[in-house]
């Protein structure tokens, strides 16, 4: 069987029992509906791995496809992952938005690039701030391209260095 005859019976089968299997898996799941998605491809995941499977009568592909997926979620849920979750009703407190952070670290940053020479950051402007490609920096400062690669190597260093002068911790 083709791929493309593969592809088409797995839709079909797709269109066919993908609400009803998501509704199994939800059930099974409490309600956790990213899971419950996942579960849902994975079993049709394995369907495509065994093209003897397309074969069957639709009864059959559902009751595999029921049968994988129940087996998925008992595995996650013997798992040492889903044992060490924590499990609660309430939510923990979204953290805020910080007002001055971003403002503070554009200043920062703008400190740092008024510490480099003028070619190096003119490349970091270019290649960073413009998207320009070494090529076109290059054709625009009228240096070999070799040059640009360096006054970027150079300049993020001496980047590197003033920010974490200035106590910014990069990771």
């Not at 509906?33 to 592909?61: H, T």
């Not at 001496?158 to 911790?169: F, T, W, Y």
Request: include cysteine.
């Amino acid at each position: 069987m083709a791929d493309a005859e593969r592809a088409e019976q797995l839709r079909a089968i797709y269109d066919a029992h993908r609400q009803a299997l998501l509704r199994y898996v939800l059930r099974l799941t409490r309600g956790d509906m990213a899971f419950a998605e996942d579960v849902v491809q994975e079993s049709l995941l394995r369907l495509w791995r065994k093209p003897e499977l397309l074969q069957q009568c639709g009864d059959g592909v559902r009751a595999w496809l029921y049968t994988v997926a129940r087996n998925q979620v008992i595995d996650d849920r013997r798992s040492a992952r889903y044992a060490r979750e924590l499990q609660t009703d309430s939510l923990p407190e979204r953290p805020s938005l910080d007002q001055f952070g971003p403002s503070i670290d554009k200043w920062i940053l703008a400190e740092a690039l008024k510490s480099l020479s003028r070619d190096h950051r003119a490349a970091v402007v270019c290649s960073y701030y413009l998207g320009q490609t070494v090529a076109e920096i290059a054709a625009s400062e009228h240096v070999p391209e070799g040059t640009i690669k360096s006054r970027l190597h150079y300049a993020l260093r001496a980047l590197r260095i003033s920010l974490q002068e200035k106590g910014v911790v990069l990771y």
